[in-house]
């Protein structure tokens, strides 16, 4: 019997997240005013992955078979004259908000690392390129984290697609 508890416990659990799984690009733009008071400008994508064959070789020299998934995480954003990058998740609840003059790693192994990380790279392999105004982003994700489905991949490629872009390399 403990064993069907639990079981039935998974299934709704199972079912909490399939409702959130999966949202469509106008109930995005709604969350995104709805956090931030103003629509958002552009809409970026960038898909989960799962190596068929050839997990951890690849950084090794070996072979591998990536596929890319139809889900993976997506990227509202819209600038800000405050010159400051509001980030948040609609997957998480921590909200970060940092000066573009200011952007380092932030503490308690943040979220928001993974993309500030894809920013500095970008601003120190092209020192022409400067981030001219603030930006307020809502990520949004339906890979499910620690599956082994590179959720965290997804979350730097996204945000590295819309900053090459904005800041014009």
């Not at 008071?37 to 997990?55: C, D, Y």
Request: aromatic share 12%; glycine share 8%; with cysteine.
């Amino acid at each position: 019997i403990n064993n069907i508890c639990i079981f039935e416990k998974k299934i709704v659990y199972l079912r909490c997240f399939l409702i959130h799984f999966t949202m469509t690009t106008q109930e995005l733009k709604q969350a995104f005013e709805q956090a931030y008071g103003h629509s958002a400008e552009k809409i970026f994508f960038a898909p989960g992955r799962v190596n068929l064959i050839g997990e951890h070789t690849d950084y090794n020299g070996g072979c591998v078979f990536p596929c890319a998934l139809s889900f993976g995480t997506w990227l509202l954003l819209a600038k800000n004259e405050d010159k400051v990058l509001r980030f948040r998740s609609m997957n998480m609840e921590q909200v970060y908000e940092i000066a573009i003059d200011a952007i380092a790693p932030q503490a308690n192994r943040a979220w928001c690392n993974y993309s500030l990380g894809c920013i500095d790279i970008i601003a120190r392999r092209h020192p022409e390129a400067k981030i001219a105004s603030g930006y307020d982003l809502l990520y949004f994700g339906n890979v499910p984290a620690g599956a082994g489905l590179s959720s965290s991949a997804a979350l730097e490629v996204v945000t590295a697609r819309a900053f090459t872009e904005e800041m014009g390399v």
